[in-house]
């Protein structure tokens, strides 16, 4: 990957890491809503939408 990309991503690891367990939710709340559990699975689906991608691209990794 060119540098000047991965400047403009600058993503961490734990970015990747709340990627990564968003995606496990998104998976989880539609599994979920298959079974017609229509009380927890927007919750968990809100949570994912909009609490955790948000905070994974807009939070800055930590330079050590």
Do not use: C, D, H, Q
């Amino acid at each position: 990957m060119p540098k000047k990309e991965k400047e403009r991503l600058n993503l961490g690891k734990f970015n990747y890491l709340l990627l990564f367990v968003a995606a496990v939710l998104l998976i989880a709340g539609y599994l979920i809503m298959s079974f017609n559990e229509i009380t927890i699975s927007p919750i968990i689906l809100a949570i994912a939408y909009v609490i955790i991608i948000p905070l994974a691209f807009l939070g800055k990794p930590k330079n050590k």
